[in-house]
């Protein structure tokens, strides 16, 4: 069978003949450029570079007072005015008013102890007083009468003696009787625990029923009733050394810190420097006063005393935002810091203000809490990862 060779045709449409490149290797093509190019854009930016290690410290906060702080001390606020309040006599606890944190004035009923004896002697010495001054009564209108009647001879001069006598009688009669009175009141009033100063319950020792003794002489008897303590007299005690006392002076300034209330500093000054060493630690102690008052004071908390070159100023009472001056980068008439997010180093651009001490103020661009790259080199740039070796 013959075969037709004129219709067999050659495409020259073809990319192999036309000399045309296919469309895919040019898309293979662009897409390899664009990723040298991005590949050449991350390693300039330093997000490939290798991993740059780095000191990185915590942006910390400063009281403008620990740049002229002589000397630092630690110990715990007392109450100079403290008392446990006990009963004159003993008896049996019938009523208590108080708790602890309650707030009590001079004067004030704290506690009551059962005396129904005294109270019973009290009427009793009060109708006693009462009937001498009947008698007193009868005495002298008989003894006026009997000056009357002596002078108008009707009566014998020893009479009117004998009025006289009784009169006199009845009214020292009267001068006991009110005597007896005042005993039995204060008998009474014995068992009547009063406040000897405004102040506040810190601890409650006894409870209604028990047995309350001025000497606690039995074994389940109570020789305190409550404790209590006036938070107007709160004060510092701290233990200086021996070596370092001769920078403390009455009156010098000084801040207090407590622990429990780490946010507020507060104003102090020396009170008195206790003439005596401790000689197991070498020490004296010194009690700092607090110049203002704040009722979240609480005795026994322990406290941090820093004492003072001078008084801090209105401006000086506030905490500052800080860093080290090796921490800042300057770029042209630009400030700034590398923050640490995600182990990357980020620009922070920063406004300064004065040095304190080894630090720098930052008013803006910095908050306390944050990380920072503590000495940033050449190598250091925005975005370039880091390994941190934080402190």
């Known amino acids: 069978m013959a075969t037709d060779l004129s219709k067999l045709k050659i495409d020259k449409s073809s990319p192999a003949l036309s000399g045309k490149k296919p469309a895919g290797k040019k898309r293979i093509f662009l897409i390899a450029g664009a990723a040298a190019l991005l590949v050449a854009v991350l390693l300039f930016s330093g997000v490939l570079s290798p991993a740059v290690k780095t000191e990185v410290v915590t942006v910390t906060q400063l009281y403008p007072t620990q740049t002229f ?76 009468r009997a000056q009357e009647l002596v002078k108008k001879e009707y009566i014998a001069r020893s009479d009117a003696d004998a009025a006289e006598a009784r009169y006199k009688k009845a009214v020292a009669n009267v001068a006991a009787a009110k005597a007896g009175l005042q005993s039995a009141r204060v008998s009474v009033d014995y068992s009547l625990l009063r406040a000897p100063f405004d102040a506040v319950v810190l601890t409650k020792n006894a409870d ?35 070596s370092n006392i001769g920078k403390v002076k009455i009156g010098q300034p000084c801040e207090i810190l407590l622990d429990a209330l780490p ?11 206790v003439p005596t060493a401790d000689r197991t630690k070498a020490s004296v102690m010194v009690k700092v006063r607090f110049v203002e ?19 801090a100023t209105s401006d000086e009472a506030s905490a500052r935002t800080v860093v080290k001056p090796a921490s800042i980068v300057t770029r042209g008439d630009r400030k700034l810091v590398y923050l640490v997010r995600d182990n990357r180093a980020v620009e922070a651009v920063v406004t300064l203000g004065p040095q304190l001490g080894d630090y720098v103020e930052v008013v803006s661009g910095l908050k306390a809490g944050e990380k920072i790259v503590a000495k940033p080199t050449d190598s250091i740039r925005n975005g370039v990862r880091i390994a941190t070796d934080e402190k």
């Open 69 to 144: 702080t002589s000397l630092n001390a630690s110990g715990y606020v007392v109450a100079q005015r403290k008392a446990a309040v006990a009963a004159k006599i003993t008896g049996r606890l019938v009523e208590l008013k108080v708790e602890e944190g309650s707030r009590i004035k001079k004067g004030e009923i704290i506690a009551r102890l059962e005396a129904d004896d005294a109270i019973a002697s009290q009427s009793q010495a009060s109708a006693n007083v009462e009937q001498a001054q009947a008698e007193l009564a009868d005495a002298m209108l008989n003894y006026r």
């Open 208 to 242: 209604i029923g028990d047995i309350v003794s001025p000497l606690s002489a039995a074994t389940s008897a109570k020789a305190a009733v409550v404790t209590i303590a006036d938070m107007g007299s709160l004060q510092v005690e701290v233990d200086v050394s021996e």
């Open 263 to 273: 946010e507020k500093r507060f104003r102090g000054a020396v009170h008195m420097i």
């Open 293 to 311: 008052t704040d009722s979240r004071v609480l005795p026994e908390m322990s406290a941090k005393v820093a004492f003072l070159q001078r008084e």
